[in-house]
């Protein structure tokens, strides 16, 4: 991971802090609201995150990314 570039360091790191902000509302706390909010908007929610984490394994892996 030290050979990622600044910029990449950077969406790196904005990647990963939406994933865990995402990701909060779906266990501890957060888990009652994402229960409430039905199959359609968790399924939504759940490929938000997986989309991040292939952005973020892409990313660390040097591949191309938007």
């Known amino acids: 991971m030290a050979d990622l570039r600044h910029q990449d360091q ?3 790191e ?3 802090t939406q994933l865990r902000s995402l990701l ?3 266990f501890g ?3 009652q609201a994402f229960d409430g909010i039905g199959d359609a ?3 939504g929610i ?4 997986y ?3 292939e952005d973020i394994e ?3 892996e040097g591949g191309n990314h938007d």
């Open 10 to 12: 950077n969406e790196l």
């Open 14 to 16: 904005n990647k990963a």
């Open 24 to 26: 909060s509302i779906c």
């Open 29 to 31: 706390v957060g888990h």
């Open 41 to 43: 908007n968790r399924e």
């Open 46 to 49: 759940m490929w938000l995150a």
């Open 51 to 53: 989309s991040l984490a």
């Open 58 to 60: 892409r990313i660390v």
